[in-house]
């Protein structure tokens, strides 16, 4: 059995249809004994907003983007060890306040 599911106005966003072919395998029985079914073939449609669409762009691109930038961090420990690399706590305060007004908005 399939049921069509709408959202309240598919107008807002251009939608994309997918065909999902779903089959049902086993039922059970009145005596609670599970009996092998045939199997059905059922169509379901998927649509899915461009915004859903665009955060599984978005979502396949940062899966496949390297989690740690080697060359900053190699850059940083080599600013470290050899003393040069200069800490500046108003700039981390700053952008500590940014980020804690962007939080609260």
């Not at 395998?25 to 059905?40: C, L, M, N, R, Y």
């Not at 859903?52 to 420990?77: C, F, I, K, M, W």
């Amino acid at each position: 059995m399939s049921q069509k599911i709408e959202g309240n106005s598919p107008t807002q966003a251009t939608l994309r249809t997918s065909t999902v072919n779903t089959k049902a395998a086993s039922g059970a029985s009145e005596d609670g004994k599970t009996s092998a079914v045939g199997a059905t073939a059922a169509t379901d449609s998927l649509r899915l907003t461009g915004e859903a669409s665009g955060l599984q762009s978005l979502q396949r691109e940062l899966a496949a983007a390297p989690a740690v930038d080697s060359n900053r961090v190699e850059s940083v420990r080599n600013a470290l060890q050899s003393g040069s690399y200069k800490i500046n706590p108003d700039a981390i305060a700053s952008r500590m306040l940014e980020m804690d007004q962007q939080l609260s908005a």
